[in-house]
Every structure is written in structure tokens, then in C-alpha cells.
């Protein structure tokens, strides 16, 4: 989905995204919701000739609306067994698949760039501890400043220091490859 609403909406949730999972390794549920419901309020308001797709016809909505819901539940059934499997995190799957809807009709450039951003992820990663751990030491210090907002010290720094990629910011890196180089078809 181009548009403004796509930059207003998203931008801020995946520089969140990045944040929680390289600091935390967690998703936050109310995040993905919030998202899923945006998404779901524009092809409602289309009905009406409001937002982003308002002016389409029709027909072209319906296979729009369609082809993003297609694409995402196979996003979910696909991530659902990964999953299971123990392969990736359930926060991931989620982000994933409502990321799929947003990306509509960009959906396989979304998941490729996605798939690229974790394979250059998981190559870093010996890189990518240092750096975590020095965004988690200024965030405690910063948030140490204000105790009264009870915000938790960074998973990274603790002793139940989570193994594995955080994954988020690879699909972070796919949503905003697509997001700025939208592929027109």
C-alpha cells in the first residue's frame, strides 16, 4: 500500500519493531493488532469512497482485498509450521503476516528482501552482539533517569539473554524496502 498513510502508520511501528526485538526479542501483540485493524479500516472506508483506496472500482478492491488476504494467510500457514518446528518466533510469524496485507500488491519483493535481510542478519550477528548490547546500556541509562515509568532492563543484558536472530529487523528492512521502492505492476 503506497501512500501517506503507509509512512504515517508504519514507519513509526517498525522503528518500534526494531527497537523491542533487538532489545528485548519480543513483538509486542498490541502492536500487530493495532496494525491488522489500520489495515482493515481501509478497504471499509473504500466502501465509501474514503482513504487510500476510495476511488478504485469495485472489482479491482475486492481482488486488492482479496489478493493481500491470500497472500498473508499463506504467509501464516507457512510461519504457523516454521513455528511449531521452533524455527522462528511467533511474534515474527504475526508481524509477518500483517505486513504481507500492508505490502498488498508487493507482497513476494516484500518477502524476498525480507528473506535476503536475515540471511545478511544472521552473517552479522558475531557484529550485531556488541552493538546490541550498547543500545541496550544507553537505553538503561536513559530510562534509569525516569523509575517511576517501571520500564524493564533490556533481555539482552540479563543472564536470560535470549539466543537466535532477532528477526524483526529483517522484516523491518523488507517493509521498508517496500515501502520506499514500491514495485509497480
Known amino acids: 500500500m503506497n501512500g501517506t498513510l503507509a509512512f ?3 514507519l513509526p511501528a517498525l522503528c518500534w519493531v526494531i527497537c523491542s ?9 498490541l502492536l500487530v493488532v493495532m496494525l ?3 489495515w482493515c479500516a481501509v478497504p471499509l472506508f473504500a466502501l465509501f469512497g474514503l ?3 476510495g476511488g478504485l472500482p469495485g472489482e479491482v478492491l475486492l481482488n486488492r482485498t ?12 507457512v510461519g504457523f509450521m516454521l513455528f511449531n518446528l521452533g524455527q522462528v518466533g511467533a511474534g515474527d510469524v504475526k508481524l509477518m503476516t ?9 507482497q513476494m519483493a516484500f518477502l524476498i528482501v525480507t528473506a535476503l535481510a536475515g540471511g545478511i542478519l544472521a552473517l552479522a550477528m558475531p ?6 548490547q550498547a543500545c541496550a546500556l544507553i537505553w538503561q541509562r536513559a530510562t534509569g533517569r525516569w523509575p517511576g515509568l517501571g520500564i524493564a ?3 539482552v543484558l540479563t543472564s536470560e539473554r535470549p539466543q537466535g536472530l532477532p528477526y524483526g529487523l529483517a522484516i523491518a528492512t523488507g517493509a521498508f524496502y517496500t515501502l520506499l521502492f514500491p514495485i509497480h505492476s
Open 36 to 38: 491488522l485493524l489500520v
Open 51 to 53: 482513504g487510500p483506496w
Open 8 to 10: 504515517v502508520v508504519l
Open 98 to 106: 500483517v505486513l504481507c496485507l500492508w505490502s498488498s500488491g508487493n
Open 127 to 132: 557484529l550485531l552482539t556488541p552493538v546490541e
Open 66 to 77: 482479496g489478493a493481500a488476504l491470500f497472500g498473508a494467510a499463506l504467509v501464516l500457514a
Open 153 to 155: 532492563i533490556p533481555t
Open 21 to 29: 526485538d533487538l532489545l528485548y526479542r519480543r513483538i509486542h501483540n
